[in-house]
């Protein structure tokens, strides 16, 4: 399985890196629109939703996307900047409701707060890896921090795991891969540290360290989230598009915590 995954990445990702430094910002926004589909469409199955619902929610989510992306430059005067708005709800979701809903177990099949979860989780993120993408160090930094996380957690917790980290929510991750996962992390900002030395706004004082933290902390959030509504639905992948990983929702969900929150970190540093 681990070979599948590191193959998958191995050919995906100089794609999506190569398309992230070289495509002006409309044509990133359009080529991220399918994966912004199909994640919406993976969603609304989890929610139990039929052909004709998914086929609907999917629709609502990308022409919110569009929507939002086009509508931020236009609200400038606005009191208040209206991603900056996105981003912070996105916060709020992850920060007090989510905890709350894996803590208390819910197992709500409620259509229209699953459908609200499901937009919270994926238009935010989405608007984020699109707005980004014009400052792309910025967005490589920060989605590094999850990959680099996700593949420590996952080899971690295979060669070590042996305590539960939240058996009723995910019964395959452990705290062992959790803590792999965040002393790669603290590694990894060493070295770039080092690299990018002490002048540097984000490696020069403890407040990239601490967007580190909370990227780690959110992703993994992310994670369990999108294993809990998997549970709910009696499945184990979200699909079956990406061999060795599952469906779309599979690969990004520590993205959809983490990402509204490093921009807006970024945006309000």
């Not at 086929?55 to 609502?60: L, P, V």
Request: overall charge positive.
């Amino acid at each position: 399985m681990f070979v599948t995954r590191l193959l998958t990445v191995v050919i995906a990702l100089p794609i999506f890196i190569a398309a992230l430094l070289f495509l002006p910002q409309q044509l990133w926004g359009l080529v991220l629109l399918p994966v912004l589909a199909i994640a919406s469409w993976e969603w609304a199955g989890l929610a139990g939703y039929q052909a004709e619902g998914r086929i609907g929610y999917t629709a609502m989510v990308v022409a919110s996307a569009v929507a939002l992306f086009y509508l931020v430059p236009r609200a400038a005067g606005w009191p208040v900047r209206i991603d900056i708005a996105v981003y912070a709800l996105s916060c709020v979701f992850w920060l007090a409701l989510a905890p709350i809903w894996l803590g208390a177990g819910w197992s709500t099949r409620n259509p229209l707060l699953l459908a609200f979860a499901g937009w919270i989780a994926l238009v935010p993120m989405w608007l984020a890896l699109v707005q980004l993408q014009t400052v792309p160090w910025a967005l490589l930094l920060f989605m590094s921090v999850v990959w680099v996380a996700d593949t420590a957690a996952y080899l971690a917790g295979k060669r070590w795991g042996r305590t539960k980290l939240a058996p009723r929510i995910s019964p395959g991750k452990t705290w062992e891969g959790a803590l792999g996962a965040a002393a790669a992390v603290a590694v990894y900002y060493g070295i770039l540290f080092i690299l990018a030395g002490p002048a540097d706004g984000y490696f020069g004082a403890w407040w990239g360290l601490f967007v580190f933290g909370v990227i780690l902390a959110l992703s993994v959030e992310g994670d369990l989230f999108e294993s809990w509504i998997k549970r709910r639905a009696g499945v184990k992948d979200s699909g079956q598009i990406l061999p060795g990983h599952g469906g779309i929702l599979d690969r990004i969900d520590g993205l959809t915590a983490a990402m509204p929150a490093a921009a807006l970190a970024f945006y309000l540093r």
